[in-house]
């Protein structure tokens, strides 16, 4: 318990000795820390549970069928969707990326859900065309879809079995 | 979003129940394993954001990125995008007042993209799902994704 969290500790004695040396700059990082968190514990809930769930409920069968090789163009639109619907930061793909893979979905697939997630969830691109103009927006979209797929195509493919096999078990371990 | 994921996940929470409790008990009981194994690593994530975005300030950042241009501020961008963590409702303002503080659309573009794709901070939580040589080519093509990306904004808006 204490091992797993002992990175965590070290960064919060840090961050004590900065409140104590330097308290205006310990206070703000304190601050930004803070609002960071709350956002981050907001959207996490929903997504683990939809987590859990998919894992208890979508059968093996089923993931392989519609995810897993050879689902083809309905495996690719559906890992983008997933990763498109989805809110909070990156690193919130990680566990689900590990379901998807345990439950037999291709890599490229997981890859495509991941680039998704990372670059074109759709209350960023709304907030995106707010702020930088639906130019900028838009083109950086569709440049968007063509880098998430052929970096998912090239991840894919760079990899060799023994590698799959040791993310496949890394996913087993993980959930 | 977060609204509806919310309801999509309560709706699918009580159909849930209805079908089998015990089975969604256990859906719960997976949810809070896979979050408590993820927590430790999002603790000190959001810690180091804290102290980062404390010592780095708006005004420094666009210091970095708005007077520089060229391959060398696409650079600088790129690995400021790259090492920094920014929630993306921070992110797009600032990118929004770089660009009117006189940043190119190239840089900008190389910040906004590595900002989103490359995860310097999170890559020992993703090497912890995916092994190093994944979750290290996944990034260093995110990186070069974005350097195209960028050169093509640059070229065309």
């Known amino acids: 318990m204490i091992k797993k969290y002992s990175f965590f500790l070290l960064l919060a004695l840090v961050q004590i000795v900065v409140l104590i040396l330097r308290p205006e700059l310990g206070k703000e990082s304190l601050r930004i820390t803070w609002e960071n968190a709350l956002d981050m514990l907001s959207v996490m809930p929903p997504i683990f549970i939809l987590l859990g769930l998919l894992d208890v409920w979508v059968k093996k069968e089923t993931m392989i069928k519609y995810m897993g ?33 345990k439950k037999g979905s291709k890599l490229s697939n997981v890859f495509i859900m991941l680039g998704a997630w990372s670059t074109t969830k759709i209350p960023l691109i709304l907030f995106e065309a707010t702020s930088m103009g639906f130019q ?37 371990g993980r959930n | 979003m977060t609204l509806i ?13 209805q079908r089998s409790r015990a089975n969604t008990k256990m859906a719960l009981k997976k949810a809070w394993k896979s979050f408590e194994n993820i927590l430790p690593q999002i603790l000190a994530i959001l810690l180091v954001i804290g102290m980062m975005l404390s010592i780095l300030t708006t005004e420094q950042i666009t210091m970095l990125l708005g007077g520089e241009s060229g391959w060398r501020g696409v650079m600088i961008a790129s690995v400021v995008g790259s090492i920094t963590l920014i929630p993306g409702f921070v992110a797009f303002p600032l990118a929004a007042a770089l660009v009117t503080a006189g940043a190119g659309y190239m840089q900008i573009a190389a910040f906004i993209s590595t900002l989103m794709m490359v995860g310097v901070i999170t890559l020992p939580v993703e090497i912890k799902y995916f092994g190093k040589k994944t979750a290290i080519l996944r990034n260093g093509l995110a990186f070069v994704f974005s350097l195209c990306v960028a050169l093509m904004m640059g070229v065309i808006l």
């Open chain 1, 136 to 172: 900028f927006t838009a083109l950086r979209f569709v440049l968007n879809l063509f880098g998430i797929g052929i970096i998912a195509y090239f991840t894919e493919k760079a990899l060799s079995a023994a590698d799959k096999q040791k993310i496949a078990e890394l996913a087993e």
């Open chain 1, 69 to 101: 090789e050879g689902s083809g163009i309905i495996g690719i639109l559906l890992a983008f969707f997933i990763g498109s619907a989805a809110a909070g930061p990156l690193y919130g793909a990680f566990p689900v990326a590990a379901v998807l893979i």
């Open chain 2, 5 to 17: 994921l919310y309801s999509v996940a309560l709706v699918a929470l009580g159909i849930s129940f």
